[in-house]
C-alpha cells in the first residue's frame, strides 16, 4: 500500500542555519504530495503541496520540489526562524482515494534556538 | 472564520467508559475525516466519511464509531475506552473535487484513558 518515510526528529538548529527534512514515498499512480505544519498546541495545517511530477511548492521561505524519479519531496528552508519551531508532517494523498483521506508520515520536530 | 471546531479540547476517562468527540465545520466541505496521533507514528486514519449519511473505516477503526447526519457534524464515539485510546484526535474536513486532499484541520481533542 502506499506509504510515506519522513526522516527522524527531533532536528535541532540555530537561527538563519539550513533546513532539510528529508520525505520519500511509496504510491500507486500519481499521488499529491503535501507538507503539513502543527505548531505547539496547534492542529495541522497546509504548509505546502505539489500535485504533479516536477512541480515546485513553496510558501513562508519554505520550498520543496516533486521528484519522481527518487520518490522524494524533501521540505528546505535557506534560513530558519526561531517562529519555524514545530512538528512537520509530509502526506500523500491519492487521487483515487475517496474522502480526500491523506496518509501521513511520522513527523519531525524541528527545534530552532536564537 | 470557525473552520474547524473540535469539543472537548482536553478528557480523562475511566476504561471502560464511553464518550463522544464531537467535531463541527462551517465550510460547507462533503468530506470529513477523523485522526488520531500518536508519538512516532504520525496521523493514523479512523473513519472518514464522504457526505450526510455515508460512512466508511480508515486503517484503525477498532473501538470507535462515527455517524454523519448532517454535512457539518462529525462525531466520533469511543464505545468503551481502553488505555490504548489514550490519544490525541484530529478531525479535519475538505471540498470534494480537485481539492479533496487539501484537509482542514481542527485544534485536536487529547484523550487520556486510565
Known amino acids: 500500500g502506499d506509504s510515506v518515510t519522513q526522516m527522524e526528529g527531533p532536528v535541532t538548529l540555530s537561527e538563519e542555519a539550513f533546513l532539510t527534512i528529508n520525505c520519500t514515498y511509496t504510491?500507486?499512480?500519481?499521488?499529491?504530495l503535501f507538507w503539513y505544519v502543527q505548531y505547539p498546541g496547534e492542529g495541522l495545517q497546509l504548509l505546502l503541496k505539489?500535485?504533479?511530477?516536477?512541480d515546485k511548492g513553496s510558501n513562508k521561505g519554505f520550498e520543496a520540489t516533486y521528484r519522481k524519479e527518487t520518490t522524494s519531496f524533501h521540505l528546505e528552508k535557506g534560513s530558519v526562524q526561531v517562529s519555524d519551531s514545530a512538528v512537520y508532517f509530509c502526506?500523500?494523498?491519492?487521487?483515487?482515494?475517496?474522502?480526500?483521506?491523506?496518509?501521513f508520515g511520522q513527523g519531525t520536530e524541528l527545534s530552532v534556538k536564537p | 472564520n470557525a473552520g474547524v471546531t473540535q469539543t472537548p479540547k482536553f478528557q480523562v476517562l475511566k476504561t471502560g467508559q464511553s464518550m463522544t468527540l464531537q467535531c463541527a465545520q462551517d465550510?460547507?466541505?462533503?468530506?470529513m475525516s477523523w485522526y488520531r496521533q500518536d508519538p512516532g507514528m504520525g496521523l493514523r486514519l479512523i473513519h472518514y466519511?464522504?457526505?450526510?449519511?455515508?460512512?466508511d473505516q480508515g486503517e484503525v477503526p477498532n473501538g470507535y464509531n462515527v455517524s454523519r447526519s448532517t454535512t457539518e457534524d462529525f462525531p466520533l464515539r469511543l464505545l468503551s475506552a481502553a488505555p490504548s485510546q489514550t490519544s490525541v484526535y484530529f478531525c479535519?474536513?475538505?471540498?470534494?473535487?480537485?481539492?479533496?486532499?487539501?484537509?482542514?484541520f481542527g485544534a485536536g481533542t487529547r484523550l487520556s484513558v486510565l
Open positions: 479535519a474536513s475538505s471540498p470534494s473535487g480537485t481539492a479533496k486532499n487539501i484537509q482542514y
Open positions: 504510491a500507486t499512480g500519481y499521488p499529491s
Open positions: 505539489a500535485t504533479k511530477a516536477d
Open positions: 502526506a500523500l494523498g491519492s487521487i483515487y482515494n475517496q474522502g480526500g483521506k491523506l496518509i
Open positions: 465550510m460547507n466541505h462533503e468530506y
Open positions: 466519511s464522504v457526505g450526510a449519511g455515508i460512512t
